[in-house]
T-cell receptor, first 112, second 114 residues
Framework: RKEVEQDPGPFNVPEGATVAFNCTYSNSASQSFFWYRQDCRKEPKLLMS???SGNEDGRFTAQLNRASQYISLLIRDSKLSDSATYLCVVLDSGGGADGLTFGKGTHLIIQP | EPEVTQTPSHQVTQMGQEVILRCVPI?????FYWYRQILGQKVEFLVSFYNNEISEKSEIFDDQFSVERPDGSNFTLKIRSTKLEDSAMYFCASNPSYSNQPQHFGDGTRLSIL
């Protein structure tokens, strides 16, 4: 059974701080990895794809460790608007037919 | 930016009734998906659809469920004989091609079974 595990939190972090989330996935053959964010009762929205070499998008940095089946997300200089649930998401195949496997999410609260 | 749109935003239905959830995927996308999220739980894959047929489905997607693309733009999820445990958010998503690109989600339909 395919699983994606995340610390559910909540992480309570002061504005301006740096925060990091991790996730692990069970299927060593997984091909693609993403971080989505989900606001309360809203749809998942793509935050960033995660590439093998690691990648950065503004204040967000994602890392992938295939050997350990581990994905991370780092948020620098956190803003109040970063408060959300962050979903670690894995796609098992290289094709379009497979559904995404979601973690349950890590809840982040940025405090003023 | 093109969006996946879903209607209705909220559907309230009596247990045992049939319900149809509608989605309009992004126009040049080729793969379409349905997911559900029970309150407080993770998002779960139901089914993927390509070239007018089901590509993959999860164990959740049993005979109670069906999908259809009736007119080349709408993509529907039908749930027959609804049960209380079908209450959830249902998200439609689409993907531009046969690749590992991220999927784009609609804003969901909240289904409440009474």
């Amino acid at each position: 059974r395919k699983e994606v595990e995340q610390d559910p939190g909540p992480f309570n972090v002061p504005e301006g701080a740096t925060v990091a989330f991790n996730c692990t996935y069970s299927n060593s053959a997984s091909q693609s990895f993403f971080w989505y964010r989900q606001d309360c009762r809203k749809e998942p929205k793509l935050l960033m794809s995660v590439y093998s070499s690691g990648n950065e998008d503004g204040r967000f940095t994602a890392q992938l460790n295939r050997a350990s089946q581990y994905i991370s997300l780092l948020i620098r200089d956190s803003k109040l608007s970063d408060s959300a649930t962050y979903l670690c998401v894995v796609l098992d195949s290289g094709g379009g037919a497979d559904g995404l496997t979601f973690g349950k999410g890590t809840h982040l609260i940025i405090q003023p | 930016e093109p969006e996946v749109t879903q209607t209705p935003s909220h559907q309230v239905t009596q247990m045992g009734q049939e319900v149809i959830l509608r989605c309009v995927p992004i126009s040049n996308h080729l793969y379409f998906y349905w997911y559900r999220q029970i309150l407080g739980q993770k998002v779960e894959f139901l089914v993927s659809f390509y070239n007018n047929e089901i590509s993959e489905k999860s164990e959740i997607f049993d005979d109670q469920f069906s999908v259809e693309r009736p007119d080349g733009s709408n993509f529907t999820l039908k749930i027959r004989s609804t049960k209380l445990e079908d209450s959830a958010m249902y998200f439609c998503a689409s993907n531009p091609s046969y690749s590992n690109q991220p999927q784009h989600f609609g804003d969901g339909t909240r289904l409440s079974i009474l």
